[in-house]
């Protein structure tokens, strides 16, 4: 059984600074693509950020693009969400994600999609004050 956990989470003001960290345990990411999701009240979950394992490479949503960075550290099965210039409009819960690996054509044609990953971790509050 896969589960991931989700940490790090908390309140800042706008413009500053905040890194979550997604464990997952029962597995081993190599086996899986990752994501980064966040819903608002009353919206729906949105795609942030999505990380081919096999390349490292990360897709970001336009709205983080040049202010989140995704990164990953192998041996301690964790990737990590740097969010920097936080804005109001960033306060959301934030839940990583794993989804089995699938061939490129089709990972890149539906990263973004929420119901295309398996496994979600319980989720972590995000709140931006102005």
């Known amino acids: 059984q896969v589960q991931l956990v989700e940490s790090g989470g908390g309140l800042v003001q706008a413009g500053g600074s905040l890194k979550l960290s997604c464990a997952a345990s029962g597995t081993t990411f190599s086996s899986y693509d990752m994501g980064w999701f966040r819903q608002s009240p009353g919206k729906e979950r949105e795609f942030v950020v999505a990380l081919r394992w096999s390349s490292g490479t990360s897709y970001y949503a336009d709205s983080v693009k040049g202010r989140f960075t995704n990164s990953r550290a192998r041996a301690m099965n964790t990737v990590y969400l740097q969010m920097n210039s936080l804005k109001p409009e960033d306060t959301a819960v934030y839940y990583c994600?794993?989804?089995?690996?699938?061939?490129?054509?089709?990972?890149?044609?539906?990263?973004?999609?929420?119901?295309?990953?398996?496994?979600w971790g319980q989720g972590t509050q995000v709140t931006v004050s102005s």
């Open positions: 994600a794993a989804c089995r690996r699938k061939a490129y054509s089709y990972f890149s044609a539906t990263y973004n999609l929420t119901e295309e990953y398996d496994y």
